[in-house]
């Protein structure tokens, strides 16, 4: 943290606005967002899979912050910043329409019923993504849990502004520490993609 936070740590208020980030990256560029960076080398390999774009990754869990840092280092990747924040505060201050992409992979499960409300893909995690995607843009899911895939599912379901984009195949990220743990226990992978209509209606009652 100390020799490499300098080149990629930011704070909120350096991200959250297009003139922040414009000054943060130095360019004016479509915005990604990964919450949850396990091991560090997705968020990386997404940053290079889209140089056109600037990626925050957001990660409250240190030792995650360190490997990404170091994965960060040793790419020399530009185009990436770091967050240690709480990914809902930062979702609540970017503004509406101006996220390319909001991606979580194998976020905590909570396998636990009296767990379940602790999800962080939820009602109001929903509804914030569609607020901050532009019309076509991404929200991406992935888990090793069932029922947390048909969680997923419902909840996004709540929203009409999103619609169901899955894909047929696995997408060409590499294996997180997260899932190869799912694999290794012989839970399959769901991976989830919705986008963003054009129109401006928010829930449904479903």
Same mark, same amino acid.
Request: charged share 30%; hydrophobic share 40%; glycine share 8%.
């Given at each position: 943290?100390?020799? @490499?936070? +300098?080149?990629?740590?930011?704070?909120?208020?350096?991200?959250?606005?297009?003139?922040?980030?414009?000054?943060?990256? $130095?360019?004016?560029?479509?915005? *990604?967002?990964?919450?949850?960076?396990? /091991?560090?080398?997705?968020?990386?390999?997404?940053?290079? %899979?889209?140089?056109?774009?600037? *990626?925050?990754?957001? %990660?409250?869990?240190? &030792? $995650? #912050?360190?490997?990404?840092?170091?994965?960060?280092?040793? /790419?020399?990747?530009?185009?990436?910043?770091? @967050?240690?924040?709480?990914? !809902? =505060?930062?979702?609540?201050? !970017?503004? &509406?329409?101006?996220?390319?992409? #909001?991606?979580?992979?194998?976020?905590?499960?909570? &396998?636990?019923?009296?767990?379940?409300?602790?999800? *962080?893909?939820?009602?109001?995690?929903?509804?914030?993504?569609? =607020? @901050?995607?532009?019309?076509?843009? %991404? *929200?991406?899911?992935?888990?090793?849990?069932?029922?947390?895939? =048909?969680?997923?599912?419902?909840?996004?379901?709540?929203?009409?502004? @999103? %619609?169901?984009?899955?894909? !047929?195949?696995?997408?060409?990220?590499?294996?997180?520490?997260? =899932?190869?743990?799912?694999?290794?226990?012989?839970?399959?992978?769901?991976?989830?993609?919705?986008?963003?209509? $054009?129109?401006?209606?928010?829930?449904? +009652? $479903?």
């Amino acid at each position: 943290l100390a020799e @490499l936070g +300098s080149s990629w740590l930011v704070a909120p208020a350096d991200v959250t606005t297009a003139a922040a980030r414009t000054a943060t990256f $130095g360019r004016a560029a479509p915005l *990604l967002i990964d919450i949850g960076v396990g /091991d560090g080398r997705a968020s990386v390999a997404w940053a290079a %899979e889209r140089p056109d774009a600037d *990626l925050v990754a957001i %990660e409250l869990h240190r &030792p $995650g #912050i360190v490997k990404l840092l170091r994965a960060l280092d040793a /790419d020399d990747r530009t185009n990436a910043r770091v @967050l240690e924040a709480d990914a !809902l =505060e930062v979702l609540d201050g !970017l503004e &509406p329409g101006s996220v390319e992409s #909001i991606r979580v992979l194998f976020p905590d499960p909570w &396998p636990k019923r009296r767990h379940v409300h602790r999800r *962080l893909v939820d009602r109001r995690f929903v509804t914030t993504a569609a =607020e @901050l995607l532009r019309p076509g843009g %991404e *929200l991406l899911l992935a888990t090793d849990w069932e029922d947390y895939a =048909e969680h997923m599912v419902s909840m996004v379901a709540t929203d009409r502004r @999103l %619609e169901p984009d899955h894909p !047929l195949q696995r997408p060409g990220r590499p294996v997180t520490a997260y =899932e190869q743990r799912g694999l290794d226990a012989g839970r399959p992978i769901r991976d989830l993609r919705y986008r963003r209509t $054009g129109g401006d209606g928010a829930t449904s +009652s $479903g």
